[in-house]
């Protein structure tokens, strides 16, 4: 079967750093990618992983261990506006993206 | 290009009608997905297009669901007798097929079956 797992939420303060966690199990793995959802609107792109260790794309990181099946997304300098959800989403054997459920990151002053 | 394109935004329905989508790729991009998503989940497979051809499409798609993409440019989704089951946002994608950059949404189309 295909499974992805993330928290369903968490809560940071503004200026912190926060860790969201994904593992999962897929039939085939061509990449590992997170989005950001804001209410209402289209996921966005954030990051690509497809071999392991740290990406890092200014405020944003993300790691992929294969081995462990499991990636986080780091995100730095919280800001208000990082307010959203984040989905973990793996492209499978097929070509398909298999998504988490998403995890929704409240960000407080 | 404009990026993904969808139409309508919103859409109100009564039960047992019939509702079409309609979803403009990024025109460099040979491949075309549909998704649907539920409030608090993750966007759930539908089908997908490698130019006019459909190469899978999930079992979560009832025999009242059809995708077409006529000349591998734009796709249309149908719902017949639409149920209250089927309220949610239905998203499209396209790519390139390198998976480099997963994929490109458009902004989605929220269906409300009253």
């Known amino acids: 079967g295909q499974n992805i797992d993330q928290p369903t939420e968490m809560t940071a303060t503004e200026g912190a750093i926060v860790q969201i966690n994904c593992t999962y199990q897929t039939s085939g793995f061509n990449g590992l990618f997170w989005y950001q959802q804001h209410a209402g609107e289209a996921p966005t792109f954030l990051s690509y992983n497809v071999l392991d260790g740290l990406e890092e794309k200014g405020r944003f990181s993300s790691f992929l261990s294969r081995s462990k099946g499991y990636s986080y997304l780091l995100l730095k300098e919280l800001q208000m506006k990082d307010s959203a959800s984040y989905l973990c989403a793996v492209l499978n054997q097929g070509g398909k993206l298999i998504f988490g459920q998403g995890t929704e990151l409240s960000v407080k002053p | 290009d404009t990026g993904v394109s969808q139409d309508p935004r919103h859409k109100i329905t009564k039960r047992g009608q019939n509702v079409t989508f309609r979803c403009d790729p990024i025109?460099?991009?040979?491949?075309l997905y549909w998704y649907r998503q539920t409030l608090g989940q993750g966007p759930e497979f539908l089908t997908y297009f490698q130019n006019e051809a459909q190469l899978e499409k999930s079992r979560l798609l009832s025999d009242r669901f059809s995708a077409e993409r006529p000349k591998g440019s734009f796709s249309t989704l149908e719902i017949q007798r639409t149920e209250q089951g089927d309220s949610a946002m239905y998203l499209c994608?396209?790519?390139?097929?390198?998976?480099?950059?997963?994929?490109?949404f458009g902004s989605g189309t929220r269906l409300t079956v009253v």
């Open positions: 994608a396209s790519s390139d097929g390198t998976g480099d950059y997963g994929y490109t």
């Open positions: 025109s460099e991009h040979n491949r």
